[in-house]
């Protein structure tokens, strides 16, 4: 539950980088099936106005990612409710009176479906907050070695379920030695305490692991091999846990793999910022046992062509029942630069979903898009999307077609 693994390698980087933007777009999409009705398809509109804003530096001492986007939207059918909500992430290491000491923040807001076996409307739709303070000290006795001690306050807040909202306060204890200048290994343990708001579904944990990372010479990896143990007043679960992560650049394609387990609960999950954030179950307070394997590769074919593909697996275990829920997906894209102005591009997902032993969902994406430079802060876009939703019992399988034109502002 620390962030000093990636303070690290952030710290180690010299060079200075810095970007920012503000962005104001406006959009009109027209659909044949507004609603997303399985029976009863009507065609409508929505129109949609966000503000967002983005803030990237990179120092020796200091590194911040900040990327949100607030939006507002009505629809033609008066059955759907008008919708606003803010979406985004910011990550924060910044060295505090001296380079021993560290302050790590993290947030991140995503929208998820309250009914999974439900469409994605506003009446069926959430938001998750997971904020991280971790403030890290420090200790070297050597120019290789050290100790750092580390306390780790975790609160996820839900907009629509209350009794999913936690806090977690957490104590570690890091001893680390740099064995050379490419190549970090650390022993950690950590003690935290979780209590939900509402539920009254408390828990103590503890996590003893052992950590490798370094550069190689093309690429970087990251080895995690540890103990987890949970107690609480109903008994206690424990088990092996592991995190191994290695990214390569080779020719032409930038290749990243991630497999990992942990133990955790319904609340906070890995507490990742992943794409399929929507996908997670919150129908009460579990215990689980996740497992997750993300592959990610980013292709450039040409100067004007590129490609992106992602393909992850997760399953998610209730210790409580062994009820076991599994999802996964694949997604690739295909980018070109047709000229100096115009670029287009097209995508293609497919996602599949265990809601429950006897219901599954599959959706189908299938995007096609271009967009225009008028000017160098100003363009336009036109996309078509097509969505397929399939239930297992068809309470809420639809199909909907979607024609997009948007005009955006970049400053």
């Known amino acids: 539950m620390t962030l000093v693994s990636g303070v690290a390698i952030a710290n180690e980087l010299p060079a200075s980088v810095?970007?920012?933007?503000?962005?104001?777009?406006?959009?009109h999409t027209q659909s044949n099936n507004i609603s997303k009705s399985a029976n009863n398809a009507q065609s409508g509109h929505e129109q949609r106005a966000d503000l967002g804003v983005g803030y990237f530096?990179?120092?020796?001492?200091?590194?911040?990612?900040?990327?949100?986007?607030?939006?507002?939207?009505?629809?033609?059918?008066?059955?759907?409710?008008?919708?606003?909500?803010?979406?985004?992430?910011?990550?924060?290491?910044?060295?505090?009176?001296?380079?021993?000491?560290?302050?790590?923040?993290?947030?991140?807001r995503r929208s998820y479906l309250l009914d999974q076996t439900g469409v994605d409307?506003?009446?069926?739709?959430?938001?998750?907050?997971?904020?991280?303070?971790?403030?890290?000290?420090?200790?070297?006795?050597?120019?290789?070695?050290?100790?750092?001690?580390?306390?780790?306050?975790?609160?996820?807040?839900?907009?629509?379920?209350?009794?999913?909202?936690?806090?977690?306060n957490g104590l570690g204890l890091t001893w680390y030695k740099a064995l050379n200048a490419k190549t970090r290994f650390e022993l950690s343990s950590q003690v935290s305490k979780v209590e939900f708001d509402s539920s009254g579904f408390n828990y103590t944990q503890m996590n003893v692991d052992a950590s490798l990372d370094g550069k190689l010479l093309a690429g970087t990896y990251y080895a995690q091999l540890g103990y987890s143990r949970l107690t609480q007043d109903e008994g206690s679960e424990e088990g092996g846990i592991f995190k191994l992560s290695y990214t390569y650049q080779f020719n032409k394609h930038n290749l990243s793999v991630t497999a990992q387990r942990e133990l955790s609960d319904s609340s906070l999950g890995l507490g990742d910022d992943v794409s399929d954030n929507a996908e997670q179950e919150y129908d009460e307070s579990q215990v689980l046992w996740i497992d997750r394997v993300e592959l990610q590769d980013k292709f450039t074919i040409s100067e004007r062509l590129s490609n992106s593909n992602t393909l992850y697996y997760q399953q998610e275990t209730e210790i409580i029942n062994d009820t076991k829920k599994s999802r996964w997906g694949a997604f690739t894209t295909f980018n070109l630069q047709n000229t100096e102005k115009l670029s287009s591009f097209i995508s293609l997902g497919y996602s599949e979903s265990e809601v429950s032993s006897a219901l599954d969902?599959?959706?189908?994406?299938l995007t096609l898009g271009g967009r225009y430079l008028f000017r160098p802060h100003l363009s336009f876009s036109l996309r078509a999307n097509y969505e397929d939703q399939s239930i297992t019992n068809d309470v809420s399988s639809y199909d909907e077609l979607r024609y997009t034109a948007r005009v955006d502002f970049k400053y």
């Open 18 to 27: 810095s970007d920012r933007y503000i962005s104001l777009g406006v959009e």
């Open 57 to 108: 530096n990179q120092t020796a001492t200091n590194f911040t990612a900040l990327d949100y986007t607030v939006y507002y939207a009505t629809y033609s059918d008066n059955e759907l409710d008008d919708k606003s909500d803010i979406s985004g992430s910011v990550n924060l290491t910044q060295e505090i009176f001296s380079k021993n000491l560290l302050l790590n923040l993290r947030h991140f």
């Open 121 to 168: 409307v506003p009446d069926n739709s959430g938001s998750r907050d997971v904020f991280t303070v971790n403030p890290v000290w420090i200790i070297p006795y050597s120019r290789r070695a050290g100790f750092e001690a580390s306390y780790t306050y975790v609160a996820t807040r839900f907009s629509d379920d209350k009794e999913q909202n936690t806090n977690r």
């Open 361 to 365: 969902k599959e959706v189908i994406n």
